[in-house]
């Protein structure tokens, strides 16, 4: 990967993508939509519409993790495929499209535990784990650290472990969560310096199949930017072939993510107009994600 500036090595960014995802093609050639996170094995649940859970093991061991039942249907089905056995359940948020198969989950493998965030009590179906800012715990023999990333729900955590993070609806590839019950201000800690503060390499695991449409509002907005011009077109033939654009890494969210970019030029001009006297980083914010609301 580049380590210079991305304008200049857009191009090299590209095919590191792409070798990237060859390697992804393979593994899920192999059995399903699975890929590695470090010394962890991650499989893609697409749920609902555009929702994804993921499971998680360690190579050779049927402890799995889930993050965000979706919906106990294909959680279920693909857990049973794998001949994986559920320990916890990880909720990103409690909103329904990430927790509605909890119950169900729990009904069919009883003492599984519920992992979300302490403030979150009462809204996520059999939470039994109560989490703090920056709290680790082990599961299914992973280690795992979580976030608390406020900015679309209050209760907003993202689980790291393994070189992964699994940011649910507050980090998108391209993009971010709708602002239902933080800040602006809050939702630039979370997303710049809670996350930011994770290596370059940090795959991305999010909650929403959303990067195409978030590409082509970046791409308004940076319509010079060869990184964004180039993960669309990837991001496109890979939908057209029916296949998920994630994970992501968070070098490629520094380089195409327009909520991580809102010190750049280009996109601080683009709202110019919107911005009073208050011009911080957390105001633009808040205008590229007003224009993203009605994009
Ligand atoms: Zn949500
Ligand atoms: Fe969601």
């Not at 409690?94 to 979150?120: C, I, M, S």
């Not at 993070?165 to 998108?172: E, H, M, N, S, V």
């Not at 019950?181 to 929403?208: F, V, W």
Request: charged share 20%; aromatic share 8%.
């Amino acid at each position: 990967m580049p380590r210079g500036g991305w304008g200049r090595q857009g191009f090299r960014a590209f095919s590191w993508i792409c070798g990237d995802w060859g390697v992804a093609k393979v593994l899920r050639a192999a059995g399903g939509r699975r890929a590695y996170g470090g010394g962890v094995e991650v499989h893609l649940v697409p749920c609902l519409k555009d929702n994804y859970a993921y499971l998680l093991h360690l190579p050779g061991s049927s402890d799995a993790i889930v993050v965000d039942a979706s919906e106990e249907g294909p959680v279920l089905a693909e857990l049973e495929r794998l001949g994986l056995t559920p320990r916890a359940i990880l909720a990103t948020h409690h909103h329904v499209d990430h927790v509605g198969g909890n119950e169900g989950v729990l009904a069919r493998y009883p003492g599984v535990k519920v992992f979300g965030y302490q403030t979150d009590r009462g809204r996520i179906p059999g939470q039994t784990d109560f989490l703090e800012d920056a709290q680790e715990f082990d599961v299914a023999g992973i280690g795992v650290k979580a976030l608390h990333i406020p900015g679309h729900t209050l209760g907003a955590v993202a689980y790291v472990a393994e070189g992964a993070a699994f940011t649910g609806d507050t980090l998108f590839a391209a993009g971010c969560g709708r602002l239902f019950e933080g800040t602006a201000a809050q939702m630039y800690e979370s997303l710049n310096l809670k996350l930011g503060a994770l290596p370059d390499d940090t795959r991305i695991y999010c909650g929403h199949e959303y990067t195409l449409s978030n590409l082509r509002f970046a791409e308004s907005l940076e319509p010079n930017n060869v990184a964004i011009a180039t993960k669309l077109a990837w991001a496109q033939a890979a939908r057209d072939k029916g296949e998920p654009t994630l994970p992501s890494t968070l070098r490629e969210e520094r380089m195409t993510n327009p909520f991580l970019r809102v010190a750049e030029k280009d996109v601080v001009a683009k709202v110019n107009e919107r911005l009073a006297q208050d011009r911080s980083p957390q105001a633009v914010l808040a205008a590229v994600r007003a224009m993203k609301d009605a994009f």
